[in-house]
């Protein structure tokens, strides 16, 4: 960094009508660079450095941007300075009203920054102030089309998932909730907000282990299953963890084990169960979701100071470090016993395989590929939403017709039937 060309503002511009207010550190010219893309998770209590360093790293050098309805400028100065990583600046943006979302100068900033950062607070504020206003779409864009980095945490990792808990009518404990799935305080949402690759049919949940939120994040899932007919899944952090997830959906996940003995959970219904609904989910009752005690496939690792344990979202299975356990609930009451990792479709992609025995170069930058049999044929190819994906032949190879980065599926005919591919443009 060139000290000379930095400025810090100690202190704060107000926006028109004090809709906000700006705390602003760093080179105030802005830095056009390319993000790495990437989510950053924490749960709730100090923020982790090492992930944190992630985030900032996934800037690529650029501005990051803080977005929060409470506080001031806390960050400002750990982003910028106490992390040894080379951003151009920082800026925060308290939003005092829902009329902030309407300002230009929020606008602009969100169209400027590589990374944005969701501080605590109330979700239900968040989502409040920002669903369906510019602030969501210009969110979306830096997300899905310039690759920003995004991240937050305890209430900024609330609001991540396609699904989430709005908590609209204030929290609900687990108690209320498995009690009650249909308890006014259960408010689980999928009106479109933020729009993350891997966290599509995702519900998260913070501060894991004071107070325990288990039982009201399976109350959470059930519902989604219920209302929705969608298999949705869970992530969850212990309040000193985070997880770093990058573009082809590969989580680090950090702590401070053993200082710290906290983990990380992935919550799934039993993809094994050829029923995998709850028995009862209905209002004023007590949830079951039992299936001999085998109705939730759970993965949990601890967090560590270099994030070696890794879980794999692109398909819910594959883990580093951790362990399975089974969850279930019986009258409301949530049992947990050790448990084994699914040995079935997850979502749509555990049968899948890697395997360059089939198509080659695998990964690469082009989307040009062989097929390693002449008697092989490329039937279709998809992306990680289901989304059909053009391509064509040119002589003995195939182009897959897109610009994207990422994880694609590509269904092949071959001499033993149909096999589906993961294939990875870099």
């Known amino acids: 960094m060139v000290k ?45 450095d090492n992930a944190m ?61 590589e990374a944005i950062w969701f501080a605590g607070g109330d979700q239900w504020t968040y989502i409040s ?21 995004i991240g937050g945490t305890s209430a900024g990792m609330a609001i991540q998932g396609g699904f989430y808990f709005s908590a609209q009518y204030g929290t609900v404990t687990s108690a209320t909730a498995l009690n009650n799935p249909f308890n006014t305080a259960v408010t689980v949402s999928n009106e479109p907000f933020l729009q993350n690759q891997f966290l599509e049919d ?44 990058d573009t082809l959906g590969l989580c680090k996940i950090f702590g401070e084990y053993p200082a710290y003995d906290e983990d990380i959970y992935f919550i799934q219904p039993n993809c094994e169960l050829v029923d995998m609904a709850p028995e009862v989910c209905s209002s004023s009752l007590p949830l079951t979701w039992n299936h001999g005690g ?8 601890k967090g560590t100071l270099t994030g070696v344990q890794t879980f794999d979202l692109s398909d ?45 170069p695998n990964p690469n930058d082009s989307g040009q590929i062989n097929l390693a049999s002449e008697d092989s044929s490329i039937e279709e190819v998809t992306d990680l939403k289901g989304h059909v994906i053009p391509f064509i032949k040119l002589g003995n190879s195939y182009e897959i ?14 001499v033993l039937g149909k096999q589906t591919v993961r294939f990875v443009i870099q």
Request: charge should be negative; proline fraction near 3%; hydrophobic fraction near 35%.
């Open 401 to 414: 017709l897109s610009e994207e980065k990422g994880i694609y599926f590509v269904t092949l005919n071959t």
């Open 294 to 301: 085998t109705a939730l496939k759970v993965y949990h690792a």
């Open 4 to 48: 000379g060309f930095y400025i810090l503002l100690l202190s704060p511009i107000f926006g028109i009508a004090q809709n906000y207010t700006s705390y602003f550190s760093g080179n105030p010219t802005d830095m056009i660079t390319t993000p790495k893309g990437g989510v950053c998770l924490m749960g709730g209590a100090s923020e982790h």
């Open 129 to 149: 102030y920002w669903r369906d206003t510019p602030v969501d779409s210009l969110i979306n864009i830096a997300i899905n089309e310039r690759k920003a980095v």
């Open 53 to 113: 360093k992630w985030f900032l790293e996934q800037a690529n050098g650029g501005d990051v941007l803080v977005l929060r309805t409470s506080g001031s400028n806390g960050y400002n100065d750990y982003m910028l300075n106490q992390l040894g990583v080379n951003i151009n600046s920082v800026e925060t943006i308290v939003c005092h009203n829902a009329s902030a979302s309407q300002e230009t100068y929020l606008h602009d900033k969100i169209k400027n920054a």
């Open 202 to 245: 995702v519900i998260t949940d913070t501060h894991y282990d004071n107070p325990d939120r288990r039982g009201r994040h399976v109350t959470f899932l059930s519902r989604i299953m219920n209302d929705h007919q969608i298999v949705g899944k869970g992530i969850a952090c212990e309040e000193y963890t985070a997880i770093c997830i």
């Open 316 to 360: 819910w299975k594959t883990g580093s470090g951790g362990i399975w356990e089974h969850w279930s609930v019986d009258g409301g009451v949530l049992n947990i016993n050790s448990g084994t990792s699914p040995q079935c479709n997850t979502g749509g992609l555990s049968e899948i395989t890697n395997s360059n025995t089939l198509i080659y």
